[in-house]
């Protein structure tokens, strides 16, 4: 559990970044995540050509395309948290789904309730409440940020379900990105249609920061995750992604300067999400000790 809890909190810290490259690469949202699923895809069907592992479609495998169409969209409403608000109104907005975990993870696994999980993450959406009050401005990006938070705490339920298991975790990541991808070319028309092909134009430091972000905090920090949920329940990925912001709050204040943005009520709202991390972090540590 010790381990499994370390690489758990080094994913973490990795996705902390991710908001940056949001903020970082100009393209929108839409046009970001399509490169990201599409890059990410390359780099793995070449990492598994090189493994020598098959990469033939089995009919097993469509519940993963469409995991992945699931996790594309949930990656355009959270670059579009950042781009109508900022980077610290879209990570805390992801601190949600440990809430909505908590609601969906027993219907859709069939176990029971945990009252203790429902505690945790009412302190975490009470956090969430805070900052929402605390500027009309960003009201649309936190609207955009719950459906993200909706969006990735259903991924992990299904990743836990499905993919938790799987034998060569690069295959499964590879059909989920590969699913994200055709989840974007099914809303391209649209999208071409109110914005045109200009939309997807990048410049040379758009695609590095891209290919920074689909091979680290796309391709490595995915794997991590398959690899977690052998060994924690989605809730306690979910809820232990409350600290993300934290990462990405540091950050967006040293590069951007962010905090000139933030008020008091942000910051309280804040330290509750933290102590609802810290709680059941902390209920995991003991209820391991305890079996061994």
Not at 148 to 167: D, E, H, T, V
Request: overall charge positive; some cysteine; glycine content about 6%.
């Amino acid at each position: 559990m010790y381990k499994a809890l370390l690489l758990l909190h080094l994913s973490v810290f990795i996705a902390g970044f991710t908001g940056v490259f949001g903020r970082v690469i100009s393209v929108d949202a839409f046009a970001l995540t399509f490169y990201r699923v599409l890059i990410a895809a390359v780099l793995l069907y070449l990492l598994l050509r090189w493994r020598r592992v098959a990469v033939q479609f089995k009919h097993s495998e469509l519940r993963f395309l469409l995991i992945g169409l699931i996790l594309s969209w949930h990656w355009v409403f959270f670059y579009a948290s950042i781009k109508l608000a900022n980077i610290s109104i879209g990570v805390i907005c992801l601190s949600g789904m440990a809430f909505f975990c908590a609601l969906l993870e027993p219907v859709l696994l069939h176990r029971r309730f945990r009252v203790r999980e429902l505690g945790f993450a009412l302190v975490g959406i009470s956090g969430i409440a805070l900052i929402f009050n605390f500027d009309a401005r960003f009201r649309a990006g936190i609207t955009c940020g719950m459906i993200c938070a909706l969006l990735a705490a259903c991924y992990a339920i299904f990743n836990k379900r499905y993919g938790a298991n799987a034998a060569v975790p690069e295959r499964v990541i590879f059909w989920e990105m590969s699913g994200g991808v055709l989840g974007i070319l099914m809303l391209m028309p649209v999208y071409l249609a109110f914005y045109g092909g200009k939309g997807l134009s990048l410049n040379l430091k758009d695609l590095l920061a891209l290919c920074a972000l689909a091979s680290v905090c796309t391709v490595g920090l995915y794997l991590l995750q398959i690899v977690v949920l052998r060994y924690v329940s989605a809730f306690t990925m979910n809820l232990t992604y409350n600290l993300e912001p934290i990462y990405s709050i540091a950050a967006a204040m040293l590069l951007f300067s962010e905090n000139r943005e933030l008020n008091f009520s942000f910051y309280c709202g804040l330290c509750f999400i933290a102590m609802s991390v810290i709680l059941q972090t902390a209920s995991l540590l003991w209820e391991s000790r305890a079996v061994t």
